[in-house]
């Protein structure tokens, strides 16, 4: 059975230009991933880690440089129809609700406007918005219909943009960090209301965060990715309860445990000159790192079933973890 999602060997670089010179960055490379009808993925890895570049190549937002990425089998660099089509199949949470929404236009416009373009509706879409609204709990519905974004708060925002996002009918739903602008109630209403809607609406979600406790509470698997490569990769659980790469490990205990004890305290000060080259690029921040790890770039390790670690530590058949 096709994945509803495959990516093989992503990749972008960008260019930039001076009147003397052109320099490269690459800002993602060698992703692969693939993503079920009804699953929740969660890429996680902190600010510049390519996160959201990845989003906006699944979204066409900006083309890939390297790689393919297939909906249902469908090749979306190579299908014409396919690129036009990919509203109403993917769609997009973004950060920050408050920039995301149009303050000229009432909450009604919005929402129905994008259903009119791409012919979900015919004829009047206020009925269909007030469904929405309704879906995403902000009811009365026809008490928010005419409002303007700048007459909601914070949280009524997002679920604006939420059901701006469902009156397309995606079969995939990126959000790119819905809750880093919220309280943290507020945050955990937004993921509880998103794992509701994949449930009711048969969809499947990618999380894109920073934050492994939202992507424990929410995801099936979890892409951890630094400088632009997954470093590990696996079911959700397992990758919690025992993290393979030293990355994993660092971003696990970066978030405050009461009840860890000073032996269990990863080695975090690292001091090593970052450098460009063949090695791996987490090499300066890293402290299991060998020799080798500068020298020369591994390639993903399957370490058990369904997980995958990017490291020398686990190549060989030797390694931590085995």
Known sequence: MKSLLQVNDLGKTFTSRSMFKKKQFQAVRNVQFSLE?????????????????IARMLT?????????????????????????????????IFQDPFAALNPHHTIGYIIGRPMQVQRQVKGDTRPRVLELLRKVGLAPAEDFIDKYPYQLSGGQKQRVVIAKVLGLNPKVIIADE?????????????????????????????LITHNLGSARYMADRIMVMYAGQVMEYGPAE??????????????????????????EEPVTDVQREPFSGAGCSFYHRCPSAKDVCRATQVAAVETESGRSVLCHLYAQGGGEGR
Do not use: C
Not at 180 to 206: A, C, P, Q
């Open 37 to 53: 009808r009804g699953e929740v993925l969660a890429i996680v890895g902190e600010s510049g880690s390519g996160k959201s570049t």
């Open 60 to 92: 066409n937002l900006i083309p890939a440089t390297d790689g393919d990425i297939y909906y249902n089998g469908e090749a979306l660099r190579q299908n014409r129809d396919l690129r036009r089509r990919l509203p109403t199949f993917v769609q997009m």
């Open 178 to 206: 819905p809750t880093s602008m919220l309280d943290v109630s507020i945050g955990v209403d937004i993921m509880n209301l998103l794992l509701d809607l994949k449930d009711k609406e048969d969809l499947s979600l990618i």
């Open 238 to 263: 397992e990758l919690i309860q025992r993290p393979q790469h030293p990355y994993t490990k660092l971003l696990l205990y970066s978030s405050p445990d009461p009840w860890r004890s000073a032996e």
